[in-house]
């Protein structure tokens, strides 16, 4: 199984897991569903090492992930409580299938025989398992089920499905999506930058002992890492970015509240020097400029004047912006130089965003892309011709491809990755293996300070929203394999279930209307990407017709039916909020206001409160945006790395979540000084909110269970024939 992926029957493709939780998968087939202990485990899989307890844990969690089995009643994995795992599934041995003959569902038989495209695979290709290790390559049959064949099957339909790129003069590197996780570290490591060479790895890590992050260097290699800069206390360090020369690395140096530094030490280690100045509150992207004398950095987040990209000269210190037409409203971010130094291209705007380019010298900027999507990294192919984003798409990201010159996108096989980094000299890539979990947690206000988890499970749960009758909740998560809208009865533990056919997004909760009765929630179903009206108490499922295609976030107005709020974007990924009278066919729109990232609406105040792209500071409108009535009402909260933080009381106040050095989450009260409480003092929270109950006594947020990031790496292969055409 070198793929190391798991089909089950209600998934839409394989999930892959790690090698420690095949072989966990593996000792307990070879006990034949007894009774194997925690420490048997620890014994045989991780044997000659020194893990902590947990990693059977996590091992268990992915692979219940990847059965889609419940831990409350489980159908593969069981937890005898105190000791340790049995497989329920009765495990059957294949015979060796004819080659080249896959074993193919009757019903699915005529699809089968489709002819294969005539250009080479991207992503997986099928694996044959029949040779090695057959302990795995054995299919657990529970419900008929037989992995193996199915994955066969399934890689092969995805193969004919996957539409081909234009053809090309000449070779393109081509990721292969075998990759290998180069850190196992407990805790986070991310935004990884590899050497020109592809030799070693830069990222960010908290090193042991300490409570705040450094940059690490390793090879490419799993190995063990050394710690490259030191910051003082309070200070964290992030971005690094290695120079096209090998020799220096680039990072952020951030102390919250209060300063943001640019700083540049030796790849090898030694004295670390400032070179500029950033906003603490938003700190920015950046690289370096293809010659490597200076950088580059996105348009929010330094210190000087004016709109657009800016360069920072190391010899001078001095900054320059880039002049490229670029307005207040275009947040523009993530620049790269191309491999031949003619062009930066950069991503504009987001959730909606797109690649643009512009001359190394300044000019118009140029849209290279329609994806309309959220881009979370992206680097250039060693070609030229090609790049590899992170697309975050129905509430997952994952690696593609996208050719430059005819704009199409390849899957590149490779879930849950962010801040994919490519080599300058040689065709490798490295990645973020984002895998951190989060669990629904209501905590009392009322001065007791309870915490309570709701709804426990091995999934990553998200964006809870209670109802404004305070007893219905609702909330996204993927426990049940993909990611769905989850409701329940509070008083009521066991009412919870799935609200089928609908695959909820991540950016924003859904929103309830004031009778608790409905939710607008923005995801895919059968008819597709859009805004849909959910009846929960029936599980209706409705798409709406908005006139926008491209809306991430929708609200109700207070005693209105026929009228709602869109935040969209429009076609060059500008987002904007819009009030639309929804009783008229087509929806006829009555006011907009430009610029809106994330909107609340205040029942009580009789408007509407929203933050702007790219800017700290919070705004404020009535119920019909008119131009009047809109205005700033503070210019520090939120801040723009936890711009959807923040929630509207009934009594119209506003609570926020921020960071304290001495509490990971800390509740606040917009105009207080001091905050309200500590939520949890080593836990993070969810980056996409809360909810606030209609009393104010308590809130329900996403705490971290586990923190899981690795750093993975591949090479990218070189197919010798040209992309074939459509």
């Known amino acids: ?63 219940r992930k990847g059965f889609d089995d419940e831990r409350g009643n489980p159908r593969y994995i069981e937890t005898i409580a105190k ?4 497989l329920l599934a009765p495990v059957e041995l294949l015979d060796e299938a004819p080659a080249n003959e896959p074993v193919v569902p009757a019903a699915d038989a005529a699809a089968a025989v489709a002819p294969a495209p005539a250009w080479p695979r991207y992503g997986p290709a099928p694996v044959d398992i029949r040779g090695g290790w057959k302990a795995i390559a054995g ?3 529970a419900a008929g089920l037989m992995f193996a064949l199915v994955l066969l099957w399934s890689l092969r339909r995805e193969d004919a499905e996957r539409p081909a790129l234009r053809a090309s003069a000449s070779a393109r590197p081509v990721a292969t999506a075998s990759y290998r996780l180069i850190t196992s570290v407990p805790g986070i490591e991310s935004s990884p930058s590899l050497s020109p060479d592809a030799a070693l790895v830069a990222y960010v890590a908290t090193p042991p002992g300490q409570r705040n992050t450094a940059i690490m260097v390793q090879t490419t290699d799993p190995s063990t890492p050394r710690q490259l800069s030191h910051p003082q206390e309070g200070a964290a360090d992030s971005a690094p970015a290695w120079s096209p020369n090998g020799r220096e690395i680039a990072f952020l140096r951030v102390v919250t509240g209060e300063s943001c530094t640019v700083m540049v030490l030796p790849s090898n280690g030694g004295t670390e020097r400032s070179v500029g100045s950033c906003d603490p509150r938003n700190p920015p992207s950046f690289d370096w400029t293809f010659d490597g004398r200076g950088l580059v950095f996105g348009s929010r987040g330094t210190p000087t004047g004016g709109v657009g990209l800016r360069l920072l000269d190391l010899n001078t210190g001095e900054w320059r912006l880039l002049d490229y037409g670029a307005s207040a ?19 504009r705007n987001s959730p909606v965003g797109d690649l643009y380019r512009i001359p190394s010298t300044g000019g118009t900027a140029q849209r290279l892309t329609r994806l309309h999507t959220d881009i979370r990294g992206w680097d250039w192919m060693p070609d030229g011709r090609s790049i590899v984003l992170a697309r975050w798409s129905g509430s997952e990201s994952r690696l593609v491809q996208v050719d430059l010159d005819s704009g199409l996108v390849q899957e590149m096989g490779v879930e849950d990755a962010v801040e994919p980094t490519i080599a300058a000299r040689v065709p490798a890539i490295a990645f973020s293996e984002a895998r951190s979990y989060f669990g629904i947690h209501r905590v009392a206000l009322d001065g007791r300070h309870g915490v309570d988890r709701l709804f426990p499970s091995s999934g990553r749960d ?9 007893q219905q909740i609702v909330f996204t998560s993927d426990r049940s394999g993909d990611f769905g809208l989850w409701w329940a009865d509070l008083r009521r533990p066991e009412s919870l279930r799935l609200i089928d056919g609908l695959r909820p997004e991540s950016w924003h909760p859904p ?4 009778d608790s009765r409905r939710l607008l929630v923005v995801g895919n179903a059968a008819a597709g990407f859009g805004l849909y009206e959910v009846t929960p108490a ?11 295609p491209n809306v991430v976030q929708a609200l109700y107005l207070p005693g209105d039916d026929s009228r709602v709020l869109l935040v969209a974007g429009g076609d060059q990924g500008r987002l904007q909020l819009e009030l639309y009278n929804r009783r008229t066919r087509p929806w006829q729109r009555l006011a907009t206001i430009p610029d809106v990232a994330v909107a609340r609406v205040d029942a009580a105040g009789h408007r509407v409160l929203f933050a702007r792209p790219g800017r700290p500071g919070l705004w404020q409108a009535d119920l019909a945006l008119s131009p009047a009535s809109i205005g700033q009402i503070d210019d520090r909260v939120p801040e723009v790395a936890r711009y959807r933080a923040w929630t509207v009381a009934a009594d119209g106040r506003v609570y926020y979540l921020e960071r304290q050095p001495d509490c990971a989450s800390a509740l606040r009260r917009l105009g207080e000084t001091k905050p309200l409480l500590c939520v949890d003092r080593n836990r993070r929270t969810g980056p996409s909110g809360f909810s606030l109950a209609p009393r104010a006594d308590a809130i329900y947020v996403t705490l971290s269970l586990w923190d899981g990031g690795d750093i993975g790496f591949m090479p990218l292969t070189v197919s010798a024939e040209p992309i074939g055409p459509p």
């Open 1 to 63: 199984m070198p793929l190391r992926e798991i089909h089950a029957p209600s998934a839409r493709r394989p999930r892959r897991v790690t090698p420690k939780a095949i072989a966990v998968l593996a000792a307990l087939i070879e006990q034949g569903g007894r009774v194997v202990s925690r420490d048997a485990l620890l014994a045989q899989v991780w044997a000659g090492t020194m893990p902590t307890d947990d990693v059977v844990t996590q091992a268990i969690t992915q692979l």
């Open 329 to 347: 409203g275009d947040v523009d971010f993530a620049p790269h130089y191309s491999p031949d130094g003619r062009w930066i291209v950069f991503v």
């Open 511 to 514: 929103d309830w209307s004031r």
């Open 83 to 86: 000791y340790g795992y049995r």
């Open 538 to 548: 029936s599980g209706q499922v409705v798409r709406l017709p908005s006139p926008q």
């Open 462 to 470: 998200r964006l809870p929203v209670i109802a404004p009758d305070d």
């Open 139 to 141: 299919a657990l049959a």
